[in-house]
């Protein structure tokens, strides 16, 4: 999965971005308070875009 396609499917489920780290973006599910790790890679495993979907308590693409 394309790393911006994940993005905009976080973002159009209420997820939002909270900042830059040296290699990853941070999420957070302001819902439930949980944040996670995205790393910035052109191409993201489904099986880890689905890891993360679950951990943000989001819909899997």
């Known amino acids: 999965m394309k ?3 994940l ?4 973002e ?4 939002e971005f909270v900042r830059e ?7 957070e599910n302001p819902a ?3 944040r ?3 790393p910035r890679h052109r191409e993201i495993p489904d ?3 689905r890891v993360i ?3 943000l308590t989001v819909p899997e693409p």
């Open 3 to 5: 790393r911006r396609d």
């Open 7 to 10: 993005l905009r499917h976080l």
């Open 12 to 15: 159009s489920h209420g997820c």
């Open 21 to 27: 780290g040296r290699s990853h973006t941070i999420y």
């Open 32 to 34: 439930t308070g949980t």
């Open 36 to 38: 996670v790790p995205i």
């Open 47 to 49: 099986v880890f875009a």
């Open 53 to 55: 979907c679950r951990q």
